[in-house]
Structure formats: structure tokens, C-alpha cells
């Protein structure tokens, strides 16, 4: 079906007994996503997420930031969860994986580009129809974020944490940018535009998140927050 005929179907009549079945099958398999990734991923213990794009080559040097980052957190007993794809999330679970610690990805299925990356240990590979499920489950297992550079689906993801921690929906936890040169430009609109001009978040607001530019300070951000709590990693 073509991207014209799916609008076309959308504003079809239909009746009452056709949406009542179609709704209700959705429900059911919404719930079946819930039900798996909690059972899964409640087994796992701390982990922190990887994010970036899909679309970044093993020769870019943020591939290399990422893949370091996994290694350094499973070297203090974190587990990784990334979005179990190519690029960024690829090199995530690469460092994870190669370093002989937890690897997990919440991989998202899609028409295209998105297939699970080899580095995903093979009894924490989860597959997802829906993105605000899978966003759930980022949020709800995830210790801290590392967020590397990527497109619209790594700002959703970001901005999504930003919003629940700003507004008390869900706790603080460690947020961290990696990459002056690619989010200066955002950060400084915050700041000027965001902020200054426009008078939309608080000063404090610019404290939910760190920016950094190697791994060695991604790494150590999330373990100086965790340390004056009794959070244990996994050994």
C-alpha cells in the first residue's frame, strides 16, 4: 500500500464493529509489547543507554566515542542498552559486548534501514512495533543516557527524558551529550533563544544535561551521580 493509499484508507467510513475489532486486536498487542519488555528487562539490572543515529559509519569518530563508552561503562559493572540497530547503536553494544558485559537492544521494526546489529546478547534482544513502547522501556531500565549525535529520533528520545525529569514525572537521573561541535549549535539556542528570549524553561532547566567530548567524561559523569547512592551495578 502506498503512502497515498494509506491516507486515503484512514478517512474511509467505517463501521462501528470494524474500529471496535481493529482497537481492541491493537490493545492486546500493546499490552503483549509491555508485558514482554518488562519481564525481559526488570531481569537485567543497572543499565545505562547508548543513543545516536543509525546512519553514522565504523570510520566516523563518533562510532569510536560509542564504542568506547560501552566499554568503560561495563567496566564498572553497568550493563548498555541501546536501540539494537546499526551505527551509533552498533558500536554501543560492540563495546559492551567485546568488553564481556551486558548488551541489550530494543530493537524498533521498519519499512526500512533499522535490522538488529550481531553485538546484542541473544536472550536480550527485544522486538518493538511501536515507539512510545519502546520509549517506556529506555526510560524505566535506563540509569542514565548517553546521547551521541543523530536525527529526529535521538532528539524525540532526548527531549522525552528532558521533559519527565523537568516536570516530576519520573526521577532525575544523568543525562550526557556527547560532542561539542554537534550539539553547541542547540544548546546555545536553548540558552539565547529558549531561555533568554523567549523565557520557556528555567535557568536550572540547563542542569538536567551535561555536555562533553570524550567518553572517558560521559563515563565518569554517570558514575560520580550514582556515587552517593547504594545503586550497585551488576557484579
Same mark, same amino acid.
Given at each position: 500500500? !502506498?503512502?497515498?493509499?494509506?491516507? =486515503?484508507? +484512514?478517512?474511509? #467510513? @467505517?463501521?462501528? /464493529?470494524?474500529?471496535?475489532?481493529?482497537?481492541?486486536?491493537?490493545?492486546?498487542?500493546?499490552?503483549?509489547?509491555?508485558?514482554?519488555?518488562?519481564?525481559?528487562?526488570?531481569?537485567?539490572?543497572?543499565?545505562? !543507554?547508548?543513543?545516536?543515529?543509525? =546512519?553514522? +559509519?565504523?570510520? #566516523? @569518530?563518533?562510532? /569510536?566515542?560509542?564504542?568506547?563508552?560501552?566499554?568503560?561503562?561495563?567496566?564498572?559493572?553497568?550493563?548498555?542498552?541501546?536501540?539494537?540497530?546499526?551505527?551509533?547503536?552498533?558500536?554501543?553494544?560492540?563495546?559492551?559486548?567485546?568488553?564481556?558485559?551486558?548488551?541489550?537492544?530494543? #530493537?524498533?521494526?521498519?519499512?526500512?534501514?533499522?535490522?538488529?546489529?550481531?553485538?546484542?546478547?541473544?536472550?536480550?534482544?527485544?522486538?518493538?512495533?511501536?515507539?512510545?513502547?519502546?520509549?517506556?522501556?529506555?526510560?524505566?531500565?535506563?540509569?542514565?543516557?548517553?546521547?551521541?549525535?543523530?536525527?529526529?529520533?535521538?532528539?524525540?528520545?532526548?527531549?522525552?527524558?528532558?521533559?519527565?525529569?523537568?516536570?516530576?514525572?519520573?526521577?532525575?537521573?544523568?543525562?550526557?551529550?556527547?560532542?561539542?561541535?554537534?550539539?553547541?549549535?542547540?544548546?546555545?539556542?536553548?540558552?539565547?533563544?529558549?531561555?533568554?528570549?523567549?523565557?520557556?524553561?528555567?535557568?536550572?532547566?540547563?542542569?538536567?544535561?551535561?555536555?562533553?567530548?570524550?567518553?572517558?567524561?560521559?563515563?565518569?559523569?554517570?558514575?560520580?551521580?550514582?556515587?552517593?547512592?547504594?545503586?550497585?551495578?551488576?557484579?
Amino acid at each position: 500500500m !502506498t503512502s497515498e493509499e494509506k491516507i =486515503r484508507s +484512514a478517512f474511509e #467510513n @467505517k463501521d462501528w /464493529q470494524e474500529i471496535k475489532v481493529t482497537d481492541s486486536w491493537q490493545i492486546f498487542k500493546i499490552m503483549a509489547e509491555f508485558v514482554d519488555g518488562f519481564e525481559k528487562l526488570a531481569k537485567i539490572g543497572p543499565c545505562v !543507554t547508548i543513543y545516536g543515529s543509525a =546512519r553514522t +559509519a565504523q570510520t #566516523n @569518530k563518533y562510532y /569510536q566515542l560509542a564504542e568506547e563508552c560501552g566499554k568503560l561503562l561495563t567496566d564498572r559493572g553497568y550493563g548498555v542498552i541501546t536501540g539494537g540497530g546499526p551505527g551509533i547503536m552498533e558500536a554501543g553494544n560492540k563495546g559492551a559486548h567485546t568488553n564481556g558485559g551486558k548488551s541489550v537492544g530494543l #530493537n524498533i521494526e521498519l519499512p526500512f534501514e533499522q535490522f538488529h546489529n550481531k553485538y546484542i546478547d541473544h536472550n536480550k534482544l527485544l522486538e518493538f512495533d511501536y515507539f512510545f513502547v519502546r520509549k517506556v522501556m529506555f526510560m524505566k531500565y535506563s540509569q542514565g543516557f548517553v546521547v551521541l549525535p543523530g536525527g529526529f529520533g535521538t532528539m524525540d528520545e532526548l527531549f522525552e527524558a528532558l521533559t519527565l525529569i523537568q516536570t516530576g514525572k519520573i526521577a532525575r537521573f544523568p543525562i550526557v551529550l556527547v560532542g561539542s561541535d554537534y550539539w553547541g549549535g542547540l544548546i546555545e539556542w536553548i540558552k539565547g533563544t529558549m531561555l533568554q528570549k523567549e523565557h520557556n524553561i528555567h535557568e536550572e532547566d540547563l542542569n538536567l544535561f551535561r555536555l562533553v567530548d570524550t567518553a572517558e567524561e560521559a563515563a565518569e559523569h554517570i558514575f560520580r551521580f550514582y556515587n552517593k547512592y547504594v545503586l550497585k551495578p551488576n557484579f
